[in-house]
């Protein structure tokens, strides 16, 4: 699976659970808590592979 693909299943995930957290877990602290983590790591990844892929294009 490329990283690209991988992303696009993350987002329909995270869409499909907004159904059951608009619902049932919007007074739930550890769910807050664990889209949080998911979000700051998974904003620093990106910044991540953007830093290295700006790195490689200098290089060229």
Do not use: C
């Not at 807050?32 to 983590?37: G, I, N, P, T, Y």
């Not at 700006?54 to 060229?60: I, L, N, P, Q």
Request: charged residues 15%.
């Amino acid at each position: 699976m490329t990283a690209a693909r991988f992303h696009y299943v993350m987002v329909a995930v995270w869409v499909l659970l907004l159904i059951p957290t608009l619902l049932w877990w919007k007074e739930s602290v550890l769910w807050v808590a664990a889209m949080s983590l998911y979000a700051n790591g998974a904003s620093h990844l990106s910044a991540a592979k953007a830093s290295r892929a700006e790195e490689e294009a200098k290089k060229s």
